[in-house]
């Protein structure tokens, strides 16, 4: 019947596998979790009140544990604490003029929300919005930092899947450059179910098969496809399972050194940034950037950002200092040398 309708048979995975030990659970959280839903709140009441007002909350604190049986006699289990919280903020400039900013975390540790810093920083953008302006249209260097990294990398991560080559749409091939005439840094991705804390640290997929630490791109070389078992029997191919934390390796240039050379723009946050896992295309509206010329910085917000990747990253660098972030551990910014600016 499956191969009736293009659904092939695949081999589940059996009993006697080897699954990492992983940091997905806080102790302290699963033992006092409302002690934690007073302490978050705390956090929260200390954003800067200066002009600025939370118009909403939302906390949630999840202790959940995995269980996966199946008929091949494969029996396990994993637990994970979550927190997500999600925050706005308003500050308003006489009867008409507005700013908001939208503040998301997510967490496997309490220590690594960060609501503090967190609150500091979006107070900023909130304020800042009421004196930000529409960029400038053309073609600059951008520098993408902050919530941008979250999504950046996607159709890196979807080109190297098997499913991606079953469907014939991966545009990528084992042992050959991911990016031709290459100009800037080269790109270094790892698949990292491990990483301590990371939302997608896991130590099986949802078919039961362990997830292990896979260096996907070298150097700009294509290495190795991440194939779920369904794929890997398809393709027949080693079965490394779905595509977990994003780690990117870092550049040679100072974080410093990716905004001194402009004018440029810098950018943090979008409506929503997610480039085409076929084409590569992408375009995102600014929620929050500046724009950088002769050392000052203006703040910009409205306007879109938009280009290819493959285009894009032929002339790309990358910061050498690292940031974490939910499922993200890489360079703090990437610098990319020509993007489309739409705005005035």
């Given amino acids: 019947m499956a191969a009736l309708v293009a659904n092939p048979l695949f081999e589940l995975p059996g009993k006697g596998l080897v699954y990492d030990r992983l940091q997905s659970i806080d102790l302290e959280v699963r033992e006092r979790p409302f002690s934690y839903l007073d302490r978050i709140q705390e956090d929260l009441e200390k954003i800067p009140q200066e002009g600025i007002k939370r118009s909403s909350t939302e906390i949630f604190i999840e202790d959940r544990i995995f269980f996966l049986i199946n008929s091949n006699g494969l029996e396990q289990e994993e637990g994970v604490t979550e927190f997500l919280v999600d925050f706005v903020l308003l500050a308003g400039k006489g009867a008409l003029l507005e700013g908001e900013s939208q503040g998301i975390k997510q967490a496997r540790f309490y220590k690594d929300l960060?609501?503090?810093?967190?609150?500091?920083?979006?107070?900023?953008?909130?304020?800042?919005?009421?004196?930000?302006?529409?960029?400038?249209?053309?073609?600059?260097?951008?520098?993408?930092?902050?919530?941008?990294?979250?999504?950046?990398?996607?159709?890196?991560?979807l080109q190297s899947t098997g499913a991606a080559r079953f469907q014939n749409w991966s545009q990528l091939e084992v042992g050959r450059p991911v990016i031709s005439d290459l100009k800037g840094e080269a790109l270094t991705l790892s698949s990292n179910p491990s990483l301590p804390g990371g939302i997608k640290t896991r130590a099986f997929d949802d078919?039961?098969?362990?997830?292990?630490?896979?260096?996907?791109?070298?150097?700009?070389?294509?290495?190795?496809?991440?194939?779920?078992?369904?794929?890997?029997?398809?393709?027949?191919e080693e079965a490394t399972g779905d595509f977990s934390n994003r780690e990117v390796g870092t550049g040679s240039r100072s974080f410093l050194d990716l905004l001194a050379e402009g004018p440029c723009y810098h950018l943090l946050r979008f409506s929503t940034l997610e480039p085409n896992p076929i084409t590569g295309a992408f375009s995102g509206e600014i929620r929050t950037g500046y724009f950088l010329k002769n050392g000052q910085k203006f703040p910009i917000k409205g306007g879109s950002v938009s280009g290819s990747m493959h285009e894009a990253f032929k002339q790309a660098f990358f910061s050498r200092e690292l940031t974490r972030r939910d499922a993200y551990l890489g360079p703090k910014a990437i610098r990319i040398e020509k993007l489309d600016i739409a705005g005035t």
């Fill in 207 to 236: 078919n039961g098969l362990p997830l292990h630490r896979v260096q996907v791109i070298d150097n700009n070389i294509f290495q190795k496809r991440m194939n779920t078992k369904r794929y890997a029997d398809y393709l027949l």
């Fill in 114 to 157: 960060g609501l503090a810093e967190m609150g500091d920083k979006y107070a900023r953008y909130t304020r800042e919005s009421l004196e930000a302006r529409l960029p400038r249209g053309g073609k600059y260097p951008v520098v993408f930092s902050e919530e941008a990294l979250d999504t950046l990398f996607n159709y890196f991560c």
